[in-house]
């Protein structure tokens, strides 16, 4: 019997596992698809701290930041590029408003940019401004997974469907297993899985053919936050552009909230494509191979779930990050690998705890 199962194979969950096995604990991962198979595999793979706002998710992504350069440098082939990420305005009055969001950030490291081109050469000449953030990071998410679950040593299990979790088990389609802990790290089927208010939030990316350095950093629009922390059902866009080390660029970022309907929008990936080209009129000679879509899995208050649930004996959640979960992975999996060890945490868990939604639990 496995001290603890940890159902997803994403970021998260392989996160939670690698944590979990340093602390001692033999580990059971668990996933119906394969690694990475859900949120992780239709990322970008970003590690932010620009567009947090002051808060307590703030607080564990500048923690989770420094535990993702730890990593870098003890996994091999993760990708993980501290690149920083410049975020752009098109006006005065959103370079104000930006000016004031960087200058709450306590923590944050932000650079006021007053010639955007001076960061990144392929601009559009009329914007009026940035900020630059050197904290912010990439990954390639699927390969992070899979090296965290690697140097973990637990056992990984995929194909195997969990239908329901029970106080010391989980009942799959291939029997039960048995454990002293489990972990919900199942991405946007958590809430189905362990009763919690995860919802699904739906977006598109957009890859390009392989080009030389057009983007050197992560860079966005200002209206990217304001997108994040939106609760609108409806389509929102917000553009942006970062280039890979396979020399492909990503286009994004599109929001909206229509369950699990994964149809492909075309007038949604025109959306992005325009928004990429506003901000880097190069690309408009680029040509697209490929779009992707996922889902987020997002919660009302915006901040993830993380800790024990009350109702079920053993029972923790890791789940809940939207489009946060690859930068938040590593403080989530210490968080909880410290919760079910009884070692003291340096964070204040209770914004993330599950009973906060008193209405559902």
Known sequence: MPDVVVIGAGVVGAACAY????????VTVLDRGGV?????????GNILVSDKPPGPELQIALRSNELWRALGRQLEGIELEVKGGLVVTESQEQQEALRAFASGQAGVTATEVTDVRDYEPHLAPDLAGGMFYPQDMQVQPMLAAAQLLRASGATVRLGVTVTSIEPGRVVTDAGVIAAGAIVNAAGVWAGQLGDVPVLPRRGFILVTSRQPELVRHKVYAASYVAAVESDAADLQTSPVIEGTKAGSILIGSSR?????????????LRLLAAGAVRLFPVLKQVRLIRA??????YTLDHLPIIGADPRVPGLYHACGHEGAGVGLAPITGKLIADQITGSPTDVDLSPFRPERFHVQL
């Open 256 to 268: 909206e909230r229509v369950g699990f309907d994964a149809a492909m929008s075309l007038p949604v």
């Open 36 to 44: 990475s198979g859900g949120t992780t595999g239709a990322g970008e």
């Open 292 to 297: 992707y879509k996922g889902f987020r899995p």
């Open 19 to 26: 944590y979990l096995s340093r602390a001692g604990l033999t």
